[in-house]
């Protein structure tokens, strides 16, 4: 079982905005950070510390936290943003990563 | 360029011991902690654990504390991911990666090794 939880899927037509939620009791005291994982390929940090977006990542992609729920937000979805998202942040105790269990995001 | 290169797919028996590895480059290696996260087919991403290759101080998920032991060579710029009895269920992608402190991301990450264990 994950103590992050994520919605299996999300769907969005192209060049609308996608949302992906991430929530968990440990959210509101310990940061979260967002991976993309395209099929085959390693999984890539797009944003982490809750909001920061790493350089070399597309200005779409944003994040944002309410309580216990943090939230990807993509605007202007592309075609090459299908992929698995798995957010991430750090068990009950603050000890250990712990990841959600991905959301497969479909562009339509 | 940071990078951490993995070594290469392997496949494996039973009770069969392997040991793979992660070389970072284009940062200093002991000053950024290595973890290693697994991925099993067709499913999510699980940690692992982490080394700090500094110091050697190495910390262990429970659920795979006793499975799997890490370790890395700070000479060489290397960490390790060995286990001393394979079984079938540890058929998966291993992926190592970077982070520098617990309110900093997993960046970058390996390209990852595909670990097979079949009779």
């Known amino acids: 079982s994950y103590e992050l939880t994520q919605p299996p899927s999300v769907s969005v037509a192209p060049g609308q905005t996608a949302r992906i939620t991430c929530s968990g009791d440990?959210?509101?005291?310990?940061?979260a950070y967002w991976y993309q994982q395209k099929p085959g390929q390693a999984p890539v940090l797009v944003i982490y510390r809750d909001t920061e977006r790493p350089s070399g990542i597309p200005e779409r992609f944003s994040g944002s936290r309410s309580g216990t729920t943090v939230t990807l937000t993509i605007s202007g979805v592309q075609a090459e943003d299908e992929a698995d998202y798995y957010c991430q942040s750090e068990d009950s105790s603050g000890t250990y990563p712990v990841f959600g269990g991905g959301t497969k995001l479909t562009v339509l | 360029e940071v990078q951490l290169v993995q070594s290469g797919a392997e496949v494996k028996k039973p009770g069969e011991s392997l040991k793979i590895s992660c070389k970072g480059s284009?940062?200093?290696?002991?000053?950024?902690?290595i973890g290693w996260v697994r991925q099993m087919p067709g499913k999510g991403l699980e940690w692992m654990g982490i080394?700090?290759?500094?110091?050697?101080?190495?910390r262990y998920s429970p659920s795979f504390q006793g499975q799997v032991t890490i370790s890395a060579d700070k000479s060489i710029t290397t960490a390790y991911l060995q286990w001393n009895t394979l079984k079938a269920s540890d058929t998966a992608m291993y992926y190592c990666?970077?982070?520098?402190?617990?309110?900093?991301?997993?960046?970058?990450w390996g390209q990852g090794t595909l670990v097979t264990v079949s009779s």
């Open positions: 440990v959210l509101p005291k310990q940061y």
């Open positions: 080394i700090y290759p500094g110091d050697s101080d190495t």
């Open positions: 990666a970077r982070r520098g402190s617990s309110s900093d991301g997993f960046d970058p």
């Open positions: 284009g940062y200093s290696f002991t000053t950024y902690w």
